[in-house]
């Protein structure tokens, strides 16, 4: 296996390099091409690297690993669920989760709340999973999970004439706004509740904390590479912070191009 210099003695100091996963190291939903991972075994040579994708470790260790490589070598830092599972050269740094965060009192009321509303919605059809818990979010569907495709199409119409999401979010917002909680409507048939910033910029409080430990490095440059960097993609966060230098990119031969130009490759 590839050995690289310790984090403090790469030859240039204090920069990472953060990689979002899909469109950006795989194509999407594919796996990383050898041409990739060898780029980025050069520049780990030189620079800290991590990854930062939404999905979990089983989904990032079959895009980027394979059955003998553990995802987890491949880069410095691993955060997954966009940092709130992370490793640092292979060993977990501390998790979190929805339930942590909000507590089960908190989250019975709100769960509570929802399935009631749901309960007493008048919609032309539903059916089931109404609530689908995750580790950093909640997903709630007026209709339902289980819905079919052509159950899925239907509804989406439906809602779009009829604001039913939009209402929903609306009433939550009013009733739980002040627990710092963002409702977000995606998709055909629901919306994802989780706790404000915990997107790709979660990830950056890991690094905050490595500066802060004993003999901790303080990543004073943090380039971040992703696809989605407009208004509502999953980059945007990230990519806009003033904490990074984004690089918006159009997929994986356009990052291997800028990494090539950027750190002469
Ligand atoms: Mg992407």
């Given at each position: 296996m590839a050995t690289y210099p310790p984090l403090a003695e790469r030859p240039i100091k204090n920069t990472i390099v953060l990689f979002d996963v899909d469109g950006t190291l795989t194509p999407a939903r594919l796996s990383v091409s050898p041409e990739m991972l060898n780029l980025l075994s050069r520049l780990r040579e030189k620079v800290a690297i991590g990854f930062v994708g939404g999905s979990d470790l089983?989904?990032?260790?079959?895009?980027?690993?394979?059955?003998?490589?553990?995802?987890?070598?491949?880069?410095?830092?691993?955060?997954?669920?966009?940092?709130?599972?992370?490793?640092?050269?292979?060993?977990?740094?501390?998790?979190?989760?929805?339930?942590?965060?909000?507590g089960e009192d908190?989250?019975?009321?709100?769960?509570?709340?929802?399935?009631?509303?749901?309960?007493?919605?008048?919609?032309?059809?539903?059916?089931?999973?109404?609530?689908?818990?995750?580790?950093?979010?909640?997903?709630?569907?007026?209709?339902?999970?289980?819905a079919s495709t052509q159950?899925?199409?239907?509804?989406?119409?439906?809602?779009?004439?009829?604001?039913?999401?939009?209402?929903?979010?609306?009433?939550?917002?009013?009733?739980?706004?002040?627990?710092?909680?963002t409702f977000s409507i995606g998709g055909q048939i629901s919306f994802d509740v989780f706790p404000t910033g915990w997107d790709k910029t979660y990830c950056l409080k890991h690094l905050e904390n490595e500066a802060k430990k004993p003999d901790g490095i303080e990543y004073s440059t943090i380039h971040f590479f992703g696809d989605k960097t407009m208004v509502g993609g999953n980059d945007y966060e990230i990519y806009e912070d003033p904490r990074t230098i984004g690089h918006s990119v159009t997929g994986p031969g356009d990052t291997i191009a800028e990494l090539k130009a950027l750190f002469d490759l």
């Amino acid at each position: 296996m590839a050995t690289y210099p310790p984090l403090a003695e790469r030859p240039i100091k204090n920069t990472i390099v953060l990689f979002d996963v899909d469109g950006t190291l795989t194509p999407a939903r594919l796996s990383v091409s050898p041409e990739m991972l060898n780029l980025l075994s050069r520049l780990r040579e030189k620079v800290a690297i991590g990854f930062v994708g939404g999905s979990d470790l089983v989904k990032q260790q079959e895009q980027l690993g394979t059955p003998e490589t553990n995802v987890t070598s491949l880069f410095d830092f691993c955060f997954s669920e966009n940092g709130l599972t992370a490793y640092k050269l292979g060993e977990p740094l501390p998790s979190n989760s929805f339930i942590k965060w909000i507590g089960e009192d908190q989250y019975k009321e709100l769960v509570r709340f929802i399935l009631h509303y749901i309960a007493d919605l008048e919609i032309p059809i539903k059916r089931g999973t109404f609530v689908e818990f995750r580790n950093g979010m909640i997903n709630v569907s007026p209709i339902g999970r289980n819905a079919s495709t052509q159950e899925r199409l239907d509804y989406e119409k439906y809602d779009k004439e009829h604001g039913i999401r939009r209402e929903f979010v609306e009433r939550l917002r009013e009733r739980f706004g002040h627990l710092g909680l963002t409702f977000s409507i995606g998709g055909q048939i629901s919306f994802d509740v989780f706790p404000t910033g915990w997107d790709k910029t979660y990830c950056l409080k890991h690094l905050e904390n490595e500066a802060k430990k004993p003999d901790g490095i303080e990543y004073s440059t943090i380039h971040f590479f992703g696809d989605k960097t407009m208004v509502g993609g999953n980059d945007y966060e990230i990519y806009e912070d003033p904490r990074t230098i984004g690089h918006s990119v159009t997929g994986p031969g356009d990052t291997i191009a800028e990494l090539k130009a950027l750190f002469d490759l």
